[in-house]
């Protein structure tokens, strides 16, 4: 199994730019999720999905999208990007089941110039 | 609201000293999980250890060890002979009861050692 995978690794874009982040997961996971990484301020949640066709926000979603068309797949987009979202984003995946394991992807470094 | 803090910023310490890795926690909730992660410099974040509000049994694995106090909302994390490869930011993280439920992070402590 490849678990969690991200692409791309990093990205550089200008500001207004849009992009989408891949999420993947072979684990067959209901629950999936993208965080964001800024230094000093830990992991903070931007949407998260618990099936195929339902996702909602976390607690810092303006500026991104999702959507859930598949179990395996959870593409993060950013609509215009602005140098606020320079950070390193992961995605994250774990069962149904109540307080499983979040497995989490290598991660995507973005700078938005 | 769910709140973890991880009060210790960055530790450094001389390989083979033992070093403790504080967590304090806080949530309403009867039924919560908790964990810890290790973010080593190449950036991935690894699993290292689950714990769910029932079960105040410590555990031991290795050189890890980890000590539950529901009495001080406490999940810490001791490394014993601490070696160069144990360098990292080490997270704790709280999550709560039900299928939707998020993981709250704390902030991480970046651990250092050096021969």
């Known amino acids: 199994n490849a678990g969690v995978t991200q692409t791309p690794k990093f990205q550089v874009l200008k500001t207004g730019q849009s992009m989408t982040l891949q999420c993947a997961q072979d684990?067959?996971?209901?629950?999936m999720s993208w965080y964001r990484q800024d230094p000093g301020m830990g992991l903070r949640l931007i949407h998260y999905s618990v099936g195929a066709g339902i996702t909602d926000q976390g607690e810092v979603p303006n500026g991104y999208n999702v959507s859930r068309s598949t179990t395996e797949d959870f593409p993060l987009r950013l609509l215009s990007a602005a140098p606020s979202q320079t950070s390193v984003y992961f995605c994250?995946?774990?069962?149904?089941?109540?307080?499983?394991?979040?497995?989490f992807g290598p991660g995507t470094r973005l700078l938005v110039l | 609201a769910q709140k973890v803090t991880q009060a210790q910023t960055e530790i450094s310490v001389v390989e083979k000293e033992d070093v403790t890795l504080d967590c304090v926690y806080e949530?309403?909730?009867?039924?919560?999980?908790l964990f810890w992660y290790k973010q080593p410099p190449s950036g991935e974040l690894v699993f290292l250890i689950r714990r769910n509000s029932f079960d105040e049994q410590n555990e031991i694995s290795g050189r890890y060890s980890w000590n539950f106090q529901k009495s001080t909302s406490s999940f810490n994390f001791t490394i014993t002979a601490s070696q160069v490869v144990d360098s990292a930011v080490y997270f704790c993280a709280l999550r709560g009861p039900g299928t939707a439920s998020k993981l709250t992070f704390g902030t991480g402590t970046r651990l250092q050692v050096t021969l």
């Open positions: 684990m067959n996971h209901e629950y």
């Open positions: 949530t309403r909730d009867t039924t919560y999980y």
């Open positions: 994250a995946s774990s069962s149904g089941a109540l307080g499983e394991t979040q497995y």
